[in-house]
């Protein structure tokens, strides 16, 4: 399974747009870029995932390069309550790697 | 739908003792996963569970560690004995099939070894 690489932490403004970056420049053509969230005492929540095309739905967007070697998960309007620990797993139907994470904080 | 339900929430026991954690999965999932989470780090995957067959358990310690799904349904989690470095939130979660479906997962179990 491919490595993702993602920054420890990011700090959004309430109503503004939070773009969290990932790279995985060594994924591989059926491997599948996922995203998952932790809110603090929870267990993670399912977001968003992708193969090539970008993709979204009710809660953010991905957007996945043309190199798929990086991608960005957008949360358009970010309130207090998407505070977490945002999760990019590369999956190919194998098992999920979850790395460290990057911890978003949105500031009111 | 109901969610993912496990229990305890919370246990404290000293090294050596055992323990236990009970999960029951969303109705009709036929997919069960463990997880260990320790502290600042993310969930690590112990066992996989498909139906009430073991899909993966490479990461279970397994001299410590035993896990079980009769039925095809619900599932337990044991530690025997415990050590300090247990000390973590298990997680269980599951999907309707493996291959890539979305995972449930449950609140967790933290358990303090002392």
């Known amino acids: 399974d491919a490595k993702t690489t993602q920054p420890p932490s990011m700090d959004c403004a309430e109503g503004r747009a939070a773009n969290l970056p990932c790279n995985h420049s060594t994924i591989s053509g059926n491997e599948y870029v996922y995203w998952y969230r932790q809110i603090h005492s929870q267990g993670p929540q399912y977001i968003i995932h992708?193969?090539?095309n970008n993709e979204t739905n009710e809660m953010a967007s991905l957007i996945i390069t043309e190199d798929r070697k990086s991608s960005t998960l957008i949360l358009p309007h970010a309130t207090l309550r998407d505070t977490a620990v945002y999760y990019c797993i590369a999956y190919n139907f194998n098992k999920f790697y979850f790395g460290s994470g990057t911890k978003l904080n949105v500031k009111p | 739908e109901a969610g993912v339900a496990q229990s305890p929430r919370y246990k404290i026991i000293e090294k050596r003792q055992s323990v236990a954690f009970w999960c029951n999965p969303i109705s009709g999932h036929a997919t069960l996963y463990w997880y260990q989470q320790i502290l600042g780090q993310g969930p690590k995957l112990l066992i996989q569970?498909?139906?009430?067959?073991?899909?993966?358990d490479s990461q279970l310690p397994k001299d410590r560690f035993s896990a079980e799904r009769l039925k095809g349904v619900d599932s337990t989690l044991k530690i025997q004995p415990a050590k300090l470095e247990d000390s973590a939130v298990y997680l269980c979660a599951s999907s309707l099939e493996a291959l890539g479906y979305e995972q449930y997962f449950g609140p967790g179990t933290r358990l303090t070894v002392t």
């Open positions: 992708g193969l090539k």
């Open positions: 569970f498909q139906n009430n067959g073991v899909v993966d």
